[in-house]
């Protein structure tokens, strides 16, 4: 698969088997995240590998319980964006099971010591990179924002450290349902001075 190619195809994914990746498998993607740019070189971030199933659903209760509190807050619309993502969110709570981290096999944490200055440009592109790789091995991938919600006791059990925040989850796993729909506005040249 040419680079083009995989950037194209790689699509953010929402719906997992179960099926175990390899250690050598979860490895090469970190390694892949980990050859990433970063500013000066720092290399900023550190990674809490999650194939533990307990600890997955318990990261999810956390930020499900987040969520629950927020949609039904005063202020939902501004926090959310539109009725419309309340509404999503609401029917997504609904169903009762793993719908932050969708059942994928593999969550990954991405933690970085706090105030590190470049680290969610360094670890956005070490994201970029792992997705791409996963992708070409047929693995599918999602970033996962909405980690940032979970309780940081929750996050301080699989982990993280005091001195440390986090910048994003990502999941990682096999899928039949990775040829989503693209949606993107390609007119974002805003201007082009020759
Ligand atoms: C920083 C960041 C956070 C994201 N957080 C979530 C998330 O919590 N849950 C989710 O389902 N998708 C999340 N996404 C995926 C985006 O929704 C997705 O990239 C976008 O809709 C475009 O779709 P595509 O990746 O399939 O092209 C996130 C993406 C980024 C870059």
Redesign the pocket.
């Known amino acids: 698969m040419s680079i083009l190619d995989m950037i194209r195809s790689r ?2 994914v ?1 719906s997992y088997k179960p099926d175990f990746l390899t250690d050598k498998q979860i490895k090469a993607i970190l390694e892949a995240g980990m050859m990433a740019p970063s500013a000066h070189n720092h290399q900023p971030w550190n990674f809490i590998v999650i194939t533990n199933r307990d600890a997955i659903n318990g990261l999810s209760a956390s930020v499900q319980g987040y969520l629950l509190e927020k949609v039904s807050g005063e202020n939902a619309i501004a926090d959310f964006g539109s009725e419309e993502r309340v509404e999503r969110v609401k029917k997504r709570l609904e169903l009762k099971e793993d719908t932050v981290f969708y059942g994928a096999p593999c969550v990954v944490l991405v933690v970085v010591e706090k105030d590190s200055a470049y680290a969610p440009i360094d670890c956005g592109m070490a994201a970029e990179n792992m997705c791409l790789y996963a992708r070409e091995q047929g693995i599918a991938s ?5 980690a940032c919600h979970a309780a940081r006791e929750e996050l301080i059990s699989v982990g993280m450290k005091e001195s440390q925040e986090l910048m ?1 989850g990502m999941v990682f796993g096999y899928s039949d349902q990775m040829d ?1 729909e ?2 993107r506005d390609f007119n974002k040249i805003q201007k082009w001075l020759k």
Do not use: A, L, W
Request: net charge positive; charged share 25%; glycine share 16%.
């Open positions: 699509r953010s929402r999602c970033m996962i924002g909405y994003f989503g693209v949606d």
